[in-house]
Structure formats: structure tokens, C-alpha cells
């Protein structure tokens, strides 16, 4: 089982609609994750991070954390057209590893 | 210059050659790593350095070679690859070494092309 999994994609949303990213992650103990977008040919570029359950609001987009169900999301709100990226989920697993496990990413299109 | 800078932005290199990516972190983090990042695949990490020690290997092979002189420099030295190392090689650092909730700071990749 793959430790960080999302749904390769392409999303593909219309422009103004709310974009919705999920991630799932294989180690109940693991305590922190990271959300990344990376345009092609460039490097990942930290958008947002949630280290408790709930939700946590930065602008338009909104990180939701669930441990019980081992569940990360990230939710675009008003999508634009520069939000067609590739979106890594990333998080700290408790595995003693001293770095972040990515998933391979969701590629997001946003449709103007 | 602030950020992480990584050169160069481009490498091509023969089977046979040598050469070494460069990284350097301004932002006063203790931690740097090697990724990297194929095609359709996920970031792979390659190695941890915390306080310019080593503390993870991922079963990188030989053919790559580590080097971190202080906390804000880190090179990559390569040797006789192969063209399946062809990839982008991200550089990354963070204040603290996993299992602090530190982020990673991105560089811009080197794209390495092994003919």
C-alpha cells in the first residue's frame, strides 16, 4: 500500500467552481501534512499545511484533516484558470523517517 | 539571493562522466535533502542531512554521492549513471529534521538528462 495516495487525475473544473483534492495516507500515527502545487517544469511550492483535525482557511483555499479516516483534502474555492497546476499531498509519516513522503499528485484543470 | 538556489538549472552528461549539482539554503534551516522527481512517479527522497550529518539513506545507490560541507550547502556528486537517472533533482531544506511539523523549502530542480 502506497503510504501517501491520490488520484492521479486531471480534475478538471470550470473557472469560479470549487475545486476538491483528496488525499489519503496509510500510517495512523502520522501527525502533519502539506500541501504543495508544482507547475510544470517547476519545483513544488508550499500553499498549505494542517496539523490538527478540522478545517483550516488561508484565502481561497481551505485544508480539511480527518485522522480517524486517514484523510486530507484541499479545497479551492473560486478556481482560477492559474490554479491549473499539479497538487502534492505530503505529510510526515510515523515511520521514524526524517522527511516527507509525498503522494504522486493530482493534476488540476481549470477551465476558463 | 534568498531561498534555496540550486545549480545548474540543466545538466546533460555521458555514462561516463562526473559531475556535481550544487545547493544553498539562505533561510537558516538546519535540515537539507536530496529528491527525486521522475516522470509519473512521486517525489522519491534520496538523502537527509541534519546539521550537516547524515541521518537517512533511502537505498540510494552508490553512483550518487552526498556531500554537506555546513548546514546551508549540500552537493550531489554523480558517477558513471545511467539514463534511468534521468530526472529532476530538487533540493529542499527545513528548520528541524522530521517529526517537527517543518515544511520543506523547495530549490528549482536540476533537470538531469544521462545520454
Known amino acids: 500500500q502506497k503510504e501517501v495516495e491520490q488520484n492521479s487525475g486531471p480534475l478538471s473544473v470550470p473557472e469560479g467552481a470549487i475545486a476538491s483534492l483528496n488525499c489519503t495516507y496509510s500510517?495512523?500515527?502520522?501527525?502533519?501534512f502539506f500541501w504543495y502545487r508544482q507547475y510544470s517544469g517547476k519545483s513544488p511550492e508550499l500553499i498549505m499545511f494542517i496539523y490538527s483535525n478540522g478545517d483550516k482557511e488561508d484565502g481561497r483555499f481551505t485544508a480539511q484533516l480527518n485522522k480517524a479516516s486517514q484523510y486530507v483534502s484541499l479545497l479551492i474555492r473560486d478556481s482560477q484558470p492559474s490554479d491549473s497546476a499539479t497538487y502534492l499531498c505530503a505529510g510526515y509519516m510515523d515511520t521514524g523517517r526524517r522527511a516527507l513522503t509525498f503522494g504522486s499528485g493530482t493534476r488540476l484543470q481549470v477551465q476558463p | 539571493e534568498t531561498g534555496v538556489t540550486q545549480t545548474p538549472r540543466h545538466l546533460v552528461m555521458g555514462m561516463t562522466n562526473k559531475k556535481s549539482l550544487k545547493c544553498e539554503q539562505h533561510?537558516?534551516?538546519?535540515?537539507m535533502y536530496w529528491y527525486k522527481q521522475s516522470a509519473k512517479k512521486p517525489l522519491e527522497l534520496m538523502f537527509v542531512y541534519n546539521f550537516k550529518e547524515q541521518t537517512e539513506n533511502n537505498s540510494v545507490p552508490s553512483r550518487f554521492s552526498p556531500e554537506c560541507p555546513n548546514s546551508s550547502h549540500l552537493f550531489l556528486h554523480l558517477h558513471t549513471l545511467q539514463p534511468e537517472d534521468s530526472a529532476l533533482y530538487l533540493c529542499a531544506s527545513s528548520q528541524g529534521s522530521g517529526g517537527n511539523n517543518s515544511p520543506l523549502h523547495f530549490g528549482n530542480g536540476t533537470r538531469l538528462t544521462v545520454t
Open positions: 500510517d495512523r500515527g502520522s501527525q502533519s
Open positions: 533561510l537558516g534551516h538546519n535540515a
